[in-house]
């Protein structure tokens, strides 16, 4: 199954089983963070390669408040049956009806 995650969550998750590693096998936890380095040292210097405009750079610098508003977003949400309106889905559509809208 493959799951498709927002890369900051992903980055996020590296950075919590980077901190589990530590305890588990310190060794594990450093190429974990020599990787993550290498991916953002990376990312960083494609950007810087092809000449981003300034506010890309500004939206990069960011990243650590929109991440820390996402996670308290996380605990402010409260009950979602309250919080988001539930759509009724009550057309029925025959595959007969499909194959005739040609």
């Not at 590296?14 to 040292?41: D, R, Y």
């Not at 949400?77 to 057309?91: D, I, L, Q, R, V």
Request: zero cysteines.
């Amino acid at each position: 199954i493959t799951l498709s995650l927002p890369m900051y969550l992903q980055m996020a998750a590296a950075g919590l089983l980077l901190w589990i590693g530590f305890f588990v096998n310190p060794l594990v936890s450093v190429a974990l963070a020599a990787a993550v380095f290498i991916f953002s040292a990376t990312v960083l210097w494609t950007l810087k390669l092809s000449d981003a405009p300034p506010t890309v750079w500004q939206a990069i610098a960011a990243i650590p408040k929109f991440v820390w508003q996402q996670f308290l977003g996380l605990f402010k949400m409260g009950n979602p049956n309250k919080n988001f309106k539930h759509s009724e889905h009550t057309k029925f559509v025959s595959v007969e009806e499909i194959l005739n809208k040609k």
